[in-house]
């Protein structure tokens, strides 16, 4: 998590770089038309199999962080990640399925996601899988044990969370 946090600010470190600094011939522009000297940084280290920087590839199309939204891309890279089992892009991954971006909507592949990602402690997942579980949705029947479970997950978390913040 703390590598994840260090290169996302490593993100918008260069991100405010790329913006005050022309670049020559991008392969990709922001919203601004601005080249991303990151998006290229990371597209390079995402290539050669870099799981992490396949992830935050995958969430910088997805949000338009430095380059225009993406949502093909952004599920190309999230994918890539998201079976090598990174949990934020397993994460992002079931996002996009229960939200229908890219793909049609299926909520049996997004608590696919959410469930891989949650099973590796991921605290959104967990909660998202206990708020889908609470009252169902979609084909996703109601079971309240299940929502409790993932609920007592997010529970024992909530210390480690408040200590994350603090720092």
């Not at 922001?30 to 396949?54: E, M, N």
């Not at 962080?65 to 991954?93: H, M, T």
């Not at 990602?117 to 309240?144: C, F, N, P, R, W």
Request: net charge positive.
């Amino acid at each position: 998590m703390k590598k994840r946090f260090s290169a996302l600010f490593l993100l918008l470190a260069l991100g405010l770089y790329a913006a005050q600094t022309p670049a020559v011939s991008p392969p990709e522009k922001s919203q601004t038309g601005q080249a991303s000297g990151t998006y290229k940084a990371f597209f390079a280290l995402a290539k050669s199999g870099d799981l992490d920087a396949q992830a935050l590839l995958g969430e910088m199309y997805l949000d338009g962080i430095g380059v225009e939204k993406d949502a093909q891309k952004a599920f190309f890279w999230l994918s890539k990640a998201a079976k090598r089992n990174d949990p934020q892009a397993q994460y992002l991954l079931g996002s996009m399925y229960e939200n229908g971006i890219y793909v049609t909507a299926d909520m049996q592949r997004a608590v696919k996601w959410y469930t891989e990602s949650a099973k590796q402690g991921d605290v959104m997942a967990q909660y998202t899988l206990a708020l889908i579980y609470k009252d169902g949705k979609g084909e996703i029947a109601q079971d309240l044990n299940k929502a409790m479970h993932w609920m007592k997950m997010v529970e024992k978390q909530k210390d480690k969370l408040v200590k994350m913040a603090m720092r």
